[in-house]
């Protein structure tokens, strides 16, 4: 028997039509790439996303078709992710810190139809055009005023949609259609692209917003740092206009000074993004002297957000840090760092380590750590295995099958994603990483964290950069080796930096070797490439063997 | 093309397992008819429910029976809600309130199989069991040392429960299907059955805990005092568990006193009920000049909030009200009075206007106010028309097809659900209720608010009660009577009243004539019978005619 609710399905468009309707007067400021600061409303962004939807239909783009974007975070931006969605086409971000055979890659795999980009990205468009035959137009988000000079037969974003009525009513169909796109990209192999849809968009939007994960009320002005490219911009341009708040966006200006001025201009209360963007804000307010009238919240992920940033934030800045975890293939929520009554009671010492670890689960998403032989460990904050994941905003395949199936079946029938993350939860469900399952070293059935080793090295001030890879042993199975970039003039010997490590780590952690080194290879994104690591130093004899 | 994402229904029973996975140290707190507290945690709970779904195995429920509850607010009505959600049977939660008539007629009109109570309705359920011969069973919800001598063969709870295993595997199914019913209680007719879906209650409880709704957080206490048989106690006992509150049962006692004395023995900081509750709390502290030690936020709705109270509970007790709206048709959230930006910045004054009205709706609830004709009225805070509404947990139709298709549909195809009810709205998205559309009275093709009438009248010193009806007029189809209760020995003349309406509402609404009475007829639940008013009065000659 079923209930005998209203039948509607879940739809991207629905939320800038609640926005439109319930907040039409609430602002959408952007930085532009052209210059100055472009200043509308939720009800101009929803009649341009109208027009665009039909400008796209004009140009031939059907239900199911990629469009893709290589754009920072703007207006024009937001007005393709809706248009795109809304319309039953698919909203295609890309990377375009990626190599350039990379975005190749992708358009192609995507098979997009059109791509649009910011002028920022011309050179890279006109690199990478020839080799993507399939694209049909490439479309400049700006106005004729500001269309460059081109190799290329550019379309013009703003002649696009002048041309076009915003009489357009969004259509309804099935919430399972796919709505967006985003690759990953991978240490490892081709990227995969994760395919959304609008029921796993919308239901992850409403998690969003709750007070203990993004906590977006009516009367938060809300920055997005973290690009639109990456992974929806955890939510923000879906549950910004669920809960009608007032959206700056910082176009490619990512430096201390931009974001602190745009911070203070546009009265800024939340905001998130990756630990690097917030080094700088913080180096420049330091270096001015100066505070934030207005910036209350910052929610921080992408990778571990340092223990030390959390402390500056909060008790220099009276800015409260929400550290989070997610990945791509998790739309990306899944974990933030709230606290429980528990904890809200706890000394301000304890809740700082406990700041440290990314988090519980919103509800809808299920989480749970395993052995080798799936085996689910204990929640003891000290057991680390693989973390696997659950959730109607999580990934099931990639598209085109790339890769197989990732799932993992338990005892229970029960299907999870391997997040490829290790990590450790603790009694309370706090969950903290603490390596990713290919780094991982396995020694003597027991495993060791390269993170922590990485994390020990790098508190040493002659240290620079560290990176910990496992390397054959031929009683152990695997034994970690120390690869260590020296910071410029600093003398370090071996046995000094290996005395650093007494007392900190448990014995059997101790590196069994170290390896000084110039530099260390790194991937687009700027992690350590140990997969290059682990080829380089495959044959490295460890002192005893 | 369908994105890629896990396909996992939305399913009542993981908002309890999530709950018990995250916050299963988290409390819940019941004040017991028996007498004393009852103090568990969440896994405790899901333990218990896990039993009691499995005894309700045992006594043959299948998919889709209806269970009966008659029962206060309390854990073991908790563990109902999701044993027989979660199983796939559906909670059928009785407003014990009722007519015992009207009583008998929902539970065979459902059908329920078996019937929860507390001890409390002992009398009525030995009262209407000789009518409900489809009913297999009657439980009490009590222990054995507790139970009562009755003409009835009872079973026990803790009896039912004991004898069967916790383990319980919550099956995966269908979204759609029913999860709870709940009968409208109209002025007109038979009551109706709402009957909800797993979808719907899910989709409703993320809505519910957003920051602009009921804002709950895992550091809330919360104390539902609106009752779980009145529309799922507006949402609590599942958006506690998704959120990972600490919940407050009040059980019977629901005076002052009592509900003080469970908001400072166990630090509520949240709260939700109906106007009256509120009117014996704040007596209470008054009399006793008491604070509030962690009480800061009460939602309240079922009927329109007296702007004193929200005055008196700001003001004097520092405790924030949200004013909302729903029905039971809508599961029951529609919106909540809080603000936006603009709204934040008012003076006070402004800002208790503004919290007078039932606010905006929650991203998932669209609205509109029309005309007779169907055509949408503006958005100016003064036009006002029926109010429709839509949404994913808004009601397509009642159970049994009761009432035909209460459905309208617009020029672009969109149903609504008409609320009998009829509103303003104003340019920020704010909706006031002015009447219930049958009591509205239209005069000459324009419609007067019977609730404003009433109201300028009950502010009159004399009066104890009154209410407007419409009586046929033959020039201007209908006109007002004002009907009223004098307080007990108070003198008060039809012109003196009618007086006291010149420069409080518009000219051609003061009332054509005036009757007084002894006392007005009222429904089950407390409120003015207006069909038997106007049944009587439909006669009634007035003054020029």
Known sequence: MHGLMMSMPLQISSLLRHADRYHGDTQIVSRTVEGGIHRYTYSEAHRRARQLANALGALGVRPADRIGTLAWNGFRHFEIYYATSGSAAICHTINPRLFPEQIVYIVNHAADQYVFFDLTFLKLVEGIAPHCKGVRGWVAMTDKAHMPDSTLDLLCYEDLINGHSDDYTWPEFDENTASSLCYTSGTT????????????????????????????????VVMPV????????????YACPLAGCKMVFPGAALDG?????????????????????????????????LRFSTFRRTVIGGSACPPAMIRTFEESYDVQVLHAWGMTEMSPLGTVCTFKSQQANLDREAQYALQAKQGRPIYGVDMKIVDDDGKELPWDGKAFGDLLVRGPWITAEYLGGEGGNPLREDGEGRKWFPTGDVATIDRDGFMQITDRSKDVIKSGGEWISSIDLENTAMAHPAV??????????????ERPLLIVVKKPGA?????????????????WWLPDDVVFVDELPHTATGKVLKTKLREDYKAHKLPGT
């Open 189 to 220: 192999g081709n990227p995969k692209g994760v395919l959304y849809s609008h029921r796993s968009t919308i239901l992850h939007a409403y998690a969003a917003g709750l007070p203990d994960a993004l906590n977006l009320a009516a009367r938060d």
């Open 226 to 237: 973290v690009p639109m490219f990456h992974a929806n911009a955890w939510s923000l341009p």
């Open 464 to 477: 620079k950069e560290a990176a910990v890879i496992g390397v054959v042993h031929p009683k152990w199975d």
């Open 257 to 289: 000074a931009s974001v602190y001025e745009l911070f203070e201009t546009e009265k800024v209360t939340m905001s998130a993004g990756v630990p690097t963007v917030w080094l700088g804000l913080l180096q420049h307010v330091e270096q001015h002297d």
């Open 491 to 507: 003398a370090l010997a071996r046995e000094e930096l290996l005395q650093f490590f007494q007392g900190k780590v448990a014995k």
